[in-house]
């Protein structure tokens, strides 16, 4: 079994910051690509931002310059840093990893149960 806990969420004001935390835990080989997606009321989700076990990464436009993508390898942990956060920020925010539980085994999506941000006055 393998779960995904993510943490730090909550309400912030505008041009403020949050630091989201996923972990991963369980029966785990190796993690491949981490990321973070969100999901407003009445829309799709999208990806956030993707960190890949190289730690290249990747982040939507609407991010870019203002969130940091980051993983530890050790803690099969990744972490999102949102700096200067707008309304549009708001949504519940899901991890995501892509997780390998045995040697030459194939390769899962797993999904945090996500957490709420809240960017207002």
């Known amino acids: 079994q393998v779960q995904l806990v993510e943490s730090g969420g909550g309400l912030v004001q505008p041009g403020g910051s949050l630091r989201l935390s996923c972990a991963a835990s369980?029966?785990?080989?190796?993690?491949?690509?981490m990321g973070w997606y969100r999901q407003a009321p009445g829309k799709q989700r999208e990806l956030v931002a993707s960190i890949g076990s190289g730690n290249n990464s990747n982040y939507a436009d609407s991010v870019k310059g203002r969130f940091t993508i980051s993983r530890e390898n050790a803690q099969n942990t990744v972490y999102l840093q949102m700096n200067s956060m707008k309304p549009e920020d708001t949504a519940v925010y899901y991890c995501?990893?892509?997780?390998?539980?045995?040697?030459?085994?194939?390769?899962?999506?797993?999904w945090g149960q996500g957490t709420q941000v809240t960017v207002s006055s």
């Open positions: 369980g029966s785990i080989f190796s993690v491949n690509g």
């Open positions: 995501n990893a892509q997780i390998r539980r045995v040697w030459r085994g194939i390769v899962y999506d797993y």
